[in-house]
């Protein structure tokens, strides 16, 4: 007998109650919008997401490259465009040098990637090489992690500057402009998404994806926690 699927509904619940493992939760990540974090801890931080963000735009040329629809591609491009910037827009990488300069990192520091901790590095590898050789929409599905970012983008927005007074809050500008980005970002991957995984086993495997990138940002934590610390 086949299984019988979920419905659009029933799976996008499956898939929005995998927030429990999302990174918000992580100790790491707990300290830093707490106001435990020392600076040192933050700089480092700062130091390793930058390989982070500048990886997505990598990984969404990758999608790009492996994705035949013209609608779907003249939407994703989109997102390329926000981490590079264009015309006179600084765009996100740019904005998250911004951010690292106003909590007392230099550009050529964070630039040079030479605080990136191995195992944030082989996360964030897997994540790209992941989507470069996926089906591009199981790669889509795999960036549905940003269903739970509004949060965590928010709550930095609303904490860090109570907590931590000596970051120039104009640092802060790559999580004000993140919150729509990603509200975007999620709605085209979501129908994207519920529309692709239909049987129920896709279903299933939609939601090992996610896990899997759920992992990879747990994992940064975990590497960043090992060796800066986690202060209560
Ligand atoms: O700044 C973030 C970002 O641009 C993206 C793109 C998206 C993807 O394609 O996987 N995920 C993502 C995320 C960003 N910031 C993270 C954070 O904690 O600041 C969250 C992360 C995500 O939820 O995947």
Same mark, same amino acid.
């Given at each position: 007998?086949?299984?019988?699927?979920?419905?659009?509904?029933?799976?996008?619940?499956?898939?929005?109650?995998?927030?429990?493992?999302? #990174?918000?939760? #992580?100790?790491?990540?707990?300290?830093?919008?707490?106001? %435990?974090? *020392?600076?040192?801890?933050? %700089?480092?931080?700062?130091?390793?997401?930058?390989?982070?963000?500048?990886?997505?735009? &990598? %990984?969404?040329?990758?999608?790009?490259?492996?994705?035949?629809?013209?609608? +779907?591609?003249?939407?994703? +491009?989109?997102?390329?465009?926000?981490?590079?910037?264009?015309?006179?827009?600084?765009?996100? &990488?740019?904005?998250?040098?911004?951010?690292?300069?106003?909590?007392?990192?230099?550009?050529?520091?964070?630039? *040079?990637?030479?605080?990136?901790?191995?195992? +944030?590095?082989?996360? +964030?590898?897997?994540?790209?090489?992941?989507?470069?050789?996926?089906?591009?929409?199981?790669?889509?599905?795999?960036?549905?992690?940003?269903?739970?970012?509004?949060? &965590?983008?928010?709550?930095?927005?609303?904490?860090?500057?109570?907590?931590?007074?000596?970051?120039?809050?104009?640092?802060? #500008?790559?999580?004000?402009?993140?919150?729509?980005?990603?509200?975007?970002?999620?709605?085209?991957?979501?129908?994207?998404?519920?529309?692709?995984?239909?049987?129920?086993?896709?279903?299933?495997?939609?939601?090992? &994806?996610? %896990?899997?990138?759920?992992?990879?940002?747990?994992?940064?934590?975990?590497?960043?926690?090992? #060796?800066?610390?986690?202060?209560?």
């Amino acid at each position: 007998m086949n299984a019988v699927p979920w419905s659009r509904e029933e799976f996008e619940a499956r898939l929005r109650d995998q927030g429990s493992a999302y #990174h918000i939760h #992580h100790p790491f990540n707990v300290m830093l919008n707490s106001g %435990k974090a *020392s600076p040192e801890q933050i %700089k480092g931080w700062v130091a390793n997401r930058y390989y982070y963000q500048t990886s997505i735009p &990598i %990984k969404d040329a990758a999608i790009l490259s492996n994705c035949p629809d013209r609608a +779907v591609r003249r939407q994703w +491009v989109e997102r390329i465009l926000n981490h590079d910037g264009y015309g006179d827009g600084p765009g996100g &990488i740019e904005s998250w040098v911004r951010l690292a300069e106003a909590v007392g990192l230099t550009r050529e520091r964070v630039e *040079s990637m030479r605080d990136v901790l191995p195992a +944030v590095r082989f996360a +964030v590898d897997a994540y790209v090489n992941f989507a470069r050789r996926a089906a591009w929409q199981e790669a889509v599905c795999s960036s549905l992690t940003e269903l739970f970012a509004p949060e &965590i983008h928010k709550q930095r927005l609303a904490n860090w500057p109570e907590h931590y007074p000596w970051i120039d809050q104009a640092g802060l #500008h790559y999580f004000r402009t993140r919150v729509p980005l990603a509200q975007r970002d999620v709605a085209q991957g979501l129908e994207i998404t519920l529309s692709y995984f239909r049987t129920l086993e896709q279903q299933q495997r939609a939601l090992q &994806i996610l %896990k899997f990138k759920l992992d990879v940002l747990w994992a940064m934590n975990d590497a960043m926690a090992q #060796h800066y610390g986690v202060s209560q």
